[in-house]
């Protein structure tokens, strides 16, 4: 773990603590919002889950943020430009767009897994950061516009993973190359939202219960 690591760790662990201990009803996953600023861009943290250490969360979104700080450079400048924060919270999905607040939603659990490199995040990061240069550029975006952008996102994608190293960048290369190829129908699918809320608080629970 780098120096800025360590430093990042130790300054989110002390504040957590101290959090817990004003307020013993508090838990360290869970209430409030960690703030922070990682490579000039603002971060808030909201961990629902007693299993998932917040600390290593931060961690992970710094290296993806490293990685395009280090591959490619002007999407981390269009970041700070074109979003207000990047919030990591439970999401039925890997990350989101929110324009109403110009907000990059990473999903909690995608930031805790150490299945996969930072890579993947990074990616997700840079797919979500072309939804917000879209909007910042005041592009207005009819239902059928959106495969059209969403392809574009996947390209981004494409040209982020083949920046990297091939070891690293292999997978993201996978995804972008297969999302490519989907059809229109399948590259912005229709969500039920509520379902996928019902199967996320389904594994919240249970996540919940082996915690305790």
Do not use: K
């Amino acid at each position: 773990m780098s120096a800025f690591l360590t430093r990042l760790v130790a300054r989110v662990t002390a504040a957590l603590t101290a959090r817990t201990a004003a307020s013993p009803s508090a838990s360290a996953a869970g209430d409030g919002v960690v703030r922070v600023t990682l490579h000039g861009v603002p971060v808030e943290v909201r961990n629902t889950r007693a299993d998932i250490e917040t600390p290593q969360v931060l961690a992970r979104l710094e290296e993806a943020l490293a990685l395009i700080a280090t591959h490619q450079p002007w999407r981390l400048a269009h970041l700070r430009r074109d979003v207000r924060a990047i919030r990591v919270e439970r999401l039925a999905c890997r990350g989101a767009f929110v324009p109403g607040d110009s907000t990059i939603i990473t999903e909690l659990t995608f930031l805790a897994r150490r299945d996969i490199s930072a890579a993947p995040v990074a990616s997700s990061i840079v797919h979500e950061g072309v939804h917000a240069r879209v909007h910042a550029m005041g592009v207005y975006r009819a239902a059928g516009e959106l495969p059209r952008e969403e392809r574009l996102c996947r390209r981004a994608e494409l040209a982020f993973g083949e920046a990297l190293p091939a070891d690293l960048g292999a997978p993201v290369i996978e995804r972008a190359r297969a999302s490519l190829a989907l059809t229109d129908r399948e590259v912005a699918p229709a969500v039920d939202w509520h379902e996928a809320q019902r199967r996320q608080d389904d594994v919240d629970r249970t996540a919940h219960r082996r915690a305790t």
